[in-house]
């Protein structure tokens, strides 16, 4: 006996036993049916975007000004660290690559793989 067969038959057995209820169960039934049917909730397909606002929506509504301020706080300084970092780092970058063009250094030095250890020397001192 597989599964629709038996679903089929339990279906069959409780519409059978339907038409012996009295019509006071059956307009209870009725009733609570429709006020399941009210109380379900529908779902709602909205966009990824849509969704973003109503969860940041939600969530600010419960947040007061000094939470919301101290975040931009730090998410601006880590902003601010981030650049910062960024920009030594080419700052760096450069004054290499304006001592090396500065240089009489020969074609065959740069390839050298002893140029390196003697780069990362020069940066340290």
Excluded: C
Excluded at 97 to 111: E, K
Aim: proline share 2%.
């Amino acid at each position: 006996m597989n599964e629709l067969y038996f679903a089929h038959r339990v279906r069959q057995h409780l519409n059978r036993g339907l038409h012996e209820l009295p019509p006071t169960t059956i307009g209870r039934l009725e009733a609570a049916r429709q006020r399941a049917l009210a109380q379900q909730r529908v779902a709602v397909h909205r966009t990824v975007l849509a969704s973003a606002g109503s969860f940041v929506h939600r969530h600010l509504d419960h947040l007061h000004l000094k939470q919301i301020l101290a975040g931009l706080v730090l998410i601006s300084g880590i902003a601010f660290y981030t650049y910062w970092h960024a920009d030594q780092s080419i700052a760096e970058l450069g004054a290499i690559d304006s001592a090396l063009l500065a240089d009489d250094v020969p074609i065959g030095a740069l390839t050298d793989k002893g140029f390196e250890v003697w780069l990362k020397s020069a940066r340290s001192q």
